[in-house]
């Protein structure tokens, strides 16, 4: 079973919300990835988790914050987003960083709106 | 630095065509290869990946893909397409070292006409 799971499917929210996005993957993976994706482009990476201990962070912004409560789990908490935050998030995992076994797994995503 | 290009931003093909798609990567050493599928609004899934031995790679969905080390290309094909293969099709480049994260193409739409 290669399943990364995502919730919510879709978010709306104003700027001046707090939300979450969850992603859980139950593969024993032990790299867990954030990705940003606008329309017609490529994921770009926002982080990298490594055995719960965040790894990689691609100069995001603060207003996005990652959190990986154990290794089954990974959430994004956004505060005070943008309009031009509106995307699609996605999650992966992979079984470790790097070599023949990191291969990413991706989940379906959360359409984000931030009006 | 390493990057990855697929030079067709946009692709159609009849349905029962054959198709390939490109990509090129610059890396200095021999990169993980791996080719997704991205149908509208929906993640990316796996078609096929390359790590080392047999160049030709066979993928889920009928696909396959060629590593030509020489032409540093690892390009997709596939005899027939069917109409549900129309979607997204992002081809990228794994590190063996360092970053366990992936560099991705710009990716290539495929429309299939009947």
């Given at each position: 079973d290669t399943e990364v799971t995502q919730t919510p499917k879709h978010l709306v929210m104003g700027m001046t919300n707090k939300?979450?996005?969850?992603?859980?993957?139950?593969?024993?993976?032990?790299?867990?990835?954030?990705y940003k994706q606008k329309?017609?482009?490529?994921?770009e990476l926002m982080f990298v988790y490594s055995y719960e201990k965040l790894s990689i962070n691609e100069s995001?912004?603060?207003?996005?914050?990652?959190?990986?409560?154990?290794?089954?789990?990974?959430?994004l908490h956004l505060h005070a987003l943008q309009p031009e935050d509106s995307a699609l998030y996605l999650c992966a995992s992979s079984w470790a960083s790097g070599g023949s076994k990191d291969t990413q797994y991706f989940g379906p995503g959360t359409r984000l709106t931030v009006l | 630095a390493q990057s990855v290009t697929q030079p067709d931003i946009h692709i159609?093909?009849?349905e029962g065509a054959s198709l390939e798609l490109r990509c090129n990567y610059s890396y200095g050493a021999t990169p993980y290869l791996f080719w997704y599928v991205q149908s509208p609004g929906q993640g990316l899934?796996?078609?096929?990946?390359y790590f080392s031995g047999d160049t030709l790679v066979q993928g889920i969905k009928g696909f396959e893909?060629?590593?030509k080390r020489s032409?540093?290309?690892?390009?997709?094909r596939k005899p027939s397409v069917h109409w549900s293969d129309a979607a997204e099709y992002f081809c990228a480049v794994g590190l063996q070292t360092g970053a366990n994260n992936l560099f991705f193409g710009t990716?290539?739409?495929?429309t299939v006409i009947p």
């Open positions: 939300k979450s996005l969850k992603c859980e993957q139950h593969m024993g993976h032990r790299a867990m990835y954030w329309a017609k482009k490529p994921p995001v912004p603060s207003r996005f914050s990652p959190e990986c409560p154990n290794s089954s789990l990974l959430n | 159609t093909v009849s899934q796996l078609l096929l990946k893909a060629e590593f032409q540093s290309s690892f390009n997709l990716g290539t739409r495929l």
